[in-house]
């Protein structure tokens, strides 16, 4: 009896309380379905295969195929690489939410076999690291060995070596009627001024072995970090293929009796080499790295700095030639300097020459230098404008199409305006820590995972394009006008099709 009665006095608690719950379920099923249904989807491309995905669609030049799929579905896209999510972006604005205020949640790498496992010894140095304490500890090391203070100490030595740059251009150029393709040249001057800073050494010519020998170790390398080498990373049925094929050991071969022999004998000598180097600088300052550790650090400093400043360059090179204009331009700026001073310009002297400058920034943005960069890895879920990114996706931005958006570059976007950038003079290293509708271009990557050795890049460019501006004019060869409207596919850099150009001594 006393049950039924506590029952009759419960009763009205047990409604009113089942009633609060129903209603507070479907409140919150109503938030979830509000959320899906503002969550925008990310546009997928039609041309989608079942398991390979979009992987057979991309072609040749995949930059340019992600390209036209931003034109036809917007800012951002997502795509397949077999079991892979791949998401593409080309709005400025919309990488920077994802990759700097996201930054905690989008500064993951892949783990691929090579460039992960083997090449950093499971993730080790700056580039293909987590973004751990190793890769923190590792990272400001080259900050502190690379800063401008120490870039400084080997301003004569730079400069040094871009008037043997000029000077070899200008000779072999003299020799032949037809023209020459100066990759090689070019080469020869970033990695002599890049091994200068790093090991404290140089090479006397592009036909000295050693210079053949790592030249082609840092070919190989972004060859080895390509797709081609890594479809088992997306799609898992090619373990058999590559076991068969023999992969594994084509990597291990590469990094165990190539890689490491040779920037195992260049560091020990930089120990020894006379002036400072990074080498040295990392041990005297007590940074407590392993061997392994600071091999990892040079070949990525090296490997990646060689690489992209020479495409850089002879891209420039490329463009200057059709616009005579801009050189004679340029050439008056430089003599303008050396009369008031006596001396060519140096880095710090940048300012005065706010035309150069400009056209330099102009010809990065018109001719990005790597198609992707080197891709994000999203650790969490990442919702931004509306769009949710799934953990597990690997993030890139479309550097061809995003610096031609013209959201971004309102003014002429598709064409070369040299003049661009006169009101933004700034040094990339400072922009890129700016606001994102303020930055000049965006090849040197993004928030955590932005470029450490930006300030190098750009002096080493800088003082290049100076000294062969102060002596040449480029014209083209005999068999016309570089087709600077042709690329080729150099896995993480975008190269120019092979050209031939003449460098006349305006001096004459």
Same mark, same amino acid.
């Given at each position: 009896?006393?049950?039924?009665? &506590?029952?009759?006095?419960?009763?009205?608690?047990?409604?009113?309380?089942?009633?609060? !719950?129903?209603?507070?379920?479907?409140?919150?099923?109503?938030?979830?379905?509000?959320?899906?249904?503002?969550?925008?989807?990310?546009?997928?491309?039609?041309?989608?295969?079942?398991?390979?995905?979009?992987?057979?669609?991309?072609?040749?030049?995949?930059?340019?195929?992600?390209?036209?799929?931003?034109?036809?579905?917007?800012?951002?896209?997502?795509?397949?690489?077999?079991?892979?999510?791949? =998401?593409?972006?080309?709005?400025?604005?919309?990488?920077?939410?994802?990759?700097?205020?996201?930054?905690?949640?989008?500064?993951?790498?892949?783990?691929?076999?090579?460039?992960?496992?083997?090449?950093?010894?499971?993730?080790?140095? /700056?580039?293909?690291?987590?973004?751990?304490?190793?890769?923190?500890?590792?990272?400001?090391? *080259?900050?502190?060995?690379?800063?401008?203070?120490?870039? +400084?100490?080997?301003?004569?030595?730079? &400069?040094?070596?871009?008037?043997? %740059?000029?000077? /070899?251009?200008?000779?072999?150029?003299?020799?032949?009627?037809?023209?020459?393709?100066?990759?090689? $040249?070019?080469?020869?001057?970033?990695?002599?001024?890049?091994?200068?800073?790093?090991?404290?050494?140089?090479?006397?010519?592009?036909? #000295?072995?050693?210079?053949?020998?790592?030249?082609?170790?840092?070919?190989?390398?972004?060859?080895?970090?390509?797709? $081609?080498? $890594?479809?088992?990373?997306?799609?898992?049925?090619?373990?058999?293929?590559?076991?068969?094929?023999?992969?594994?050991?084509?990597?291990?071969?590469?990094?165990?009796?190539?890689? +490491?022999?040779?920037?195992?004998? !260049?560091?020990?000598?930089?120990?020894?080499?006379?002036?400072?180097? %990074? =080498?040295?600088?990392?041990?005297?300052?007590?940074?407590?790295?392993?061997?392994?550790?600071?091999?990892?650090?040079?070949? #990525?400093?090296?490997?990646?700095?060689? +690489?992209?400043?020479? *495409?850089?360059?002879?891209?420039?090179?490329? /463009?200057?030639?059709?616009? @005579?204009?801009?050189?004679?331009?340029?050439?008056?700026?430089?003599?303008?300097?050396?009369?008031?001073?006596?001396?060519?310009?140096?880095?710090? $002297?940048?300012?005065?020459?706010?035309?150069?400058?400009?056209?330099?920034?102009?010809?990065?943005?018109?001719?990005?230098?790597?198609?992707?960069?080197?891709?994000?890895?999203?650790?969490? #879920?990442?919702?931004?404008?509306?769009?949710?990114?799934?953990?597990?996706?690997?993030?890139?931005?479309?550097?061809?199409?995003?610096?031609?958006?013209?959201?971004?570059? @309102?003014?002429? @976007?598709?064409?070369?305006? @040299?003049?661009?950038?006169?009101?933004?003079?700034?040094?990339?290293?400072?922009?890129?820590?700016?606001?994102?509708?303020?930055?000049?271009?965006?090849?040197?990557?993004?928030?955590?995972?932005?470029?450490?050795?930006?300030?190098?890049?750009?002096?080493?460019?800088?003082?290049?394009? =100076?000294? !062969?501006?102060?002596?040449?004019? /480029?014209?083209?060869?005999? #068999?016309?006008?570089?087709?600077?409207?042709?690329?080729?596919?150099?896995?993480?850099?975008?190269?120019?099709?092979?050209?031939?150009?003449?460098?006349?001594?305006?001096?004459?």
């Amino acid at each position: 009896m006393i049950q039924v009665e &506590q029952a009759k006095t419960l009763a009205p608690v047990i409604a009113s309380t089942t009633v609060a !719950l129903y209603v507070s379920y479907k409140i919150i099923q109503s938030l979830l379905h509000d959320k899906k249904k503002f969550t925008k989807e990310i546009p997928v491309p039609g041309s989608s295969l079942p398991y390979v995905g979009h992987m057979f669609s991309l072609g040749n030049m995949p930059f340019e195929t992600v390209s036209q799929w931003h034109k036809k579905l917007g800012p951002i896209i997502q795509f397949h690489m077999g079991v892979q999510t791949w =998401v593409s972006i080309d709005s400025p604005d919309l990488a920077h939410k994802v990759m700097v205020t996201n930054g905690s949640k989008s500064s993951q790498r892949n783990e691929s076999e090579f460039g992960f496992n083997l090449y950093s010894f499971g993730g080790k140095g /700056i580039v293909h690291s987590q973004p751990n304490a190793a890769w923190k500890k590792a990272r400001g090391a *080259v900050a502190a060995a690379i800063a401008p203070s120490q870039i +400084d100490l080997h301003m004569s030595s730079i &400069q040094n070596e871009a008037r043997k %740059l000029v000077d /070899i251009l200008i000779d072999t150029s003299d020799k032949t009627k037809a023209g020459i393709f100066p990759f090689r $040249d070019l080469q020869l001057y970033i990695m002599n001024t890049v091994t200068l800073i790093g090991l404290g050494k140089s090479f006397p010519n592009k036909d #000295d072995p050693k210079f053949i020998e790592l030249a082609h170790t840092i070919d190989e390398a972004f060859k080895l970090s390509g797709v $081609d080498f $890594d479809l088992a990373s997306y799609l898992p049925i090619f373990i058999i293929y590559d076991y068969f094929k023999g992969v594994r050991q084509t990597f291990k071969h590469f990094v165990t009796e190539i890689r +490491d022999p040779i920037f195992d004998a !260049l560091i020990k000598e930089a120990y020894n080499a006379k002036g400072p180097n %990074l =080498v040295k600088y990392l041990k005297e300052n007590n940074y407590d790295l392993s061997e392994e550790e600071t091999m990892v650090i040079l070949s #990525d400093i090296i490997g990646a700095g060689t +690489d992209t400043n020479s *495409v850089y360059l002879c891209w420039t090179i490329g /463009i200057m030639c059709h616009y @005579p204009e801009v050189q004679v331009k340029i050439a008056a700026e430089i003599d303008n300097f050396i009369e008031h001073h006596g001396r060519l310009p140096s880095f710090s $002297d940048r300012l005065e020459l706010p035309f150069c400058v400009s056209t330099m920034k102009e010809c990065m943005r018109y001719k990005p230098i790597t198609a992707f960069g080197i891709p994000h890895l999203a650790n969490d #879920d990442i919702e931004v404008d509306g769009y949710i990114i799934p953990k597990g996706a690997t993030i890139i931005p479309n550097m061809m199409s995003m610096h031609k958006n013209p959201e971004a570059y @309102p003014d002429r @976007p598709n064409e070369f305006v @040299p003049e661009r950038f006169m009101n933004a003079l700034e040094t990339s290293s400072v922009a890129s820590k700016g606001k994102v509708e303020e930055r000049d271009h965006f090849n040197f990557g993004w928030g955590r995972r932005i470029c450490p050795a930006i300030h190098m890049a750009e002096v080493e460019t800088f003082i290049g394009f =100076v000294e !062969l501006m102060s002596r040449c004019f /480029i014209e083209p060869g005999e #068999d016309g006008m570089p087709d600077i409207n042709k690329a080729r596919n150099g896995g993480i850099s975008i190269l120019p099709s092979p050209y031939k150009v003449k460098f006349i001594n305006r001096k004459n």
